[in-house]
């Protein structure tokens, strides 16, 4: 994506051209996503696929693309603080924030056997992460200088590969039994899928992929200059910025989803790019170069272990709890967005704290 759009494009720029610019981008990544989610839900259908799992798996891995790509260059940059910070402060914005500010906007359908199964999966991968970090921290001692090598990054995407092949299967398991339940919620989606076919629906969604991370690339990087204009340090555009960027189109797609009356798509586009930040993201990272875990040459350097991680359990935890109720009730409630966005303003303003004090040191 760098290489398409080189951020030596944007740093000579006006920043007046840089706004309108970001502006131009913002709606190119909405008319993208209007693409990729009529197209995701053309292919559930074709395919009898329920579009919760289509959510979880091919609009997840699309959208995920942008955190892979930061994240596996700044592996080959040796830069923890990015690479796997970018993946923790995604799943953290995508949970926390995304998820908070579309549960306000509308009561969000739960779908049991999706929660039941993939739900478990993103806490249990958030979880394996942290565990495989702490056992490197301490093993490592006091000098040491601990990391996820490469080892550990072929193991995450061979569970990538995994999870991808059980979620096509439970999609398929799920589809046959919700039968006549399902079609009716998606009789307008069937009817255009039956009109437009399935190659137009995979034009649709690749085309609506490619407009969602060429535009989500401009915004950020347009962002960040403007950032850096006004003097944010480095440490909080990494943390924040760098992570709120590539969940763009998460969020964008979220609230399309929403939008558009199709919340399952958005509960398993969250709970599938959640998944996909520990498997894809960290596991092709670590593959492709050995992750220092201390952010070392900073005045913090083990905020990533003592402060990010723990957000990321507690929201996923949390999301946890929200989920349990939601299998009650078959819904999830309004008020459980607010808890999960004054997470997220805490995350952000801590991390603005620690950023200033790092760049007053």
């Known amino acids: 994506m760098e290489n398409l759009i080189p951020d030596a494009w944007f740093v000579d720029l006006h920043v007046v051209w840089l706004l309108m610019i970001g502006v131009a981008g913002m709606y190119v990544l909405l008319k993208g996503a209007d693409f990729l989610v009529e197209g995701a839900t053309g292919i559930a259908t074709r395919m009898g696929m329920s579009k919760v799992i289509v959510g979880a798996t091919i609009v997840s891995l699309g959208t995920t693309s942008p955190e892979a790509g930061v994240s596996v260059t700044a592996a080959f940059n040796g830069d923890a603080g990015i690479a796997l910070g970018n993946a923790v402060g995604s799943i953290i914005a995508d949970s926390a924030l995304i998820f908070g500010v579309c549960c306000c906007l509308m009561i969000l359908p739960a779908d049991r056997f999706v929660l039941k199964r993939q739900g478990w999966v993103q806490l249990g991968s958030a979880v394996i992460l942290a565990a495989v970090c702490y056992v490197a921290y301490f093993f490592a001692g006091a000098d040491g200088q601990p990391e996820l090598g490469r080892a550990v990054g072929v193991m995450m995407l061979i569970g990538l590969v995994v999870y991808l092949w059980v979620s096509v299967k439970w999609g398929k398991q799920h589809a046959k039994q919700c039968g006549e339940s399902e079609a009716s919620e998606a009789d307008e ?173």
């Open 189 to 361: 989606i069937i009817a255009k899928a039956s009109k437009d076919g399935v190659m137009v629906s995979c034009f649709y969604m690749l085309g609506g992929l490619l407009a969602v991370l060429l535009a989500g690339r401009v915004v950020i990087v347009c962002a960040m200059v403007v950032a850096e204009r006004v003097g944010i340090p480095e440490m909080v555009l990494a943390s924040t910025l760098v992570a709120f960027g590539t969940s763009l189109p998460e969020l964008v797609v979220g609230i399309t989803a929403v939008r558009k009356g199709h919340g399952e798509l958005l509960v398993g586009n969250i709970i599938g790019a959640d998944i996909l930040n520990v498997l894809f993201v960290v596991g092709a990272s670590a593959s492709a170069k050995a992750l220092p875990i201390l952010d070392a040459g900073t005045a913090y350097p083990r905020m990533f272990l003592w402060f990010q991680i723990p957000v990321m359990l507690l929201v996923l935890i949390l999301f946890r709890v929200f989920i349990g109720k939601a299998i009650k009730s078959g819904h999830f409630s309004r008020w459980m967005g607010y808890p999960l966005l004054a997470i997220y303003i805490g995350y952000l303003a801590v991390n603005v704290w620690v950023g200033l004090g790092s760049a007053g040191h």
